[in-house]
């Protein structure tokens, strides 16, 4: 079994950054996958970023490149997400998710595809 705690949400300002953080606990070895997801009012769950933990690949949605960075420590067993450059259109629930990398498709960063997930924590961007 895997468990999943996010943090690190809160309010910023447009243009500035927040890091998250997904504690992991349980059965994550090196072979699964961590992936960000987030959830705006009134919309669809979706994907933001991914790493796969046997190789360090990462992969991230258009709307973020460039802004968000995807990464680990392997001695916290936590996965980050550092958000630079917010904007407004960033705000939503940020959840991590775990999924074992045997027959996932990482690029599509599709939700439906993973099993575990975290709570949730809310990222707001507003002046």
């Known amino acids: 079994q895997v468990q999943l705690v996010e943090s690190g949400g809160g309010l910023v300002q447009p243009g500035g950054s927040l890091r998250l953080s997904c504690a992991a606990s349980?059965?994550?070895?090196?072979?699964?996958?961590i992936g960000w997801f987030r959830q705006a009012p009134g919309k669809e769950r979706e994907g933001v970023s991914c790493?796969?933990?046997?190789?360090?690949?990462?992969y991230y949605a258009d709307s973020v490149k460039g802004r968000f960075t995807v990464s680990r420590d392997n001695a916290k067993n936590t996965v980050y997400l550092q958000m630079n450059s917010l904007k407004p259109e960033d705000t939503a629930v940020y959840y991590c998710?775990?999924?074992?990398?045997?027959?996932?498709?990482?690029?599509?960063?599709?939700?439906?595809?993973?099993?575990?997930w975290g709570q949730g924590t809310q990222v707001t961007v507003s002046s």
């Open positions: 998710a775990a999924e074992l990398l045997y027959g996932l498709y990482l690029e599509t960063l599709d939700p439906s595809e993973y099993r575990y």
């Open positions: 349980g059965d994550i070895l090196d072979y699964y996958a």
């Open positions: 790493i796969s933990l046997s190789d360090d690949s990462t």
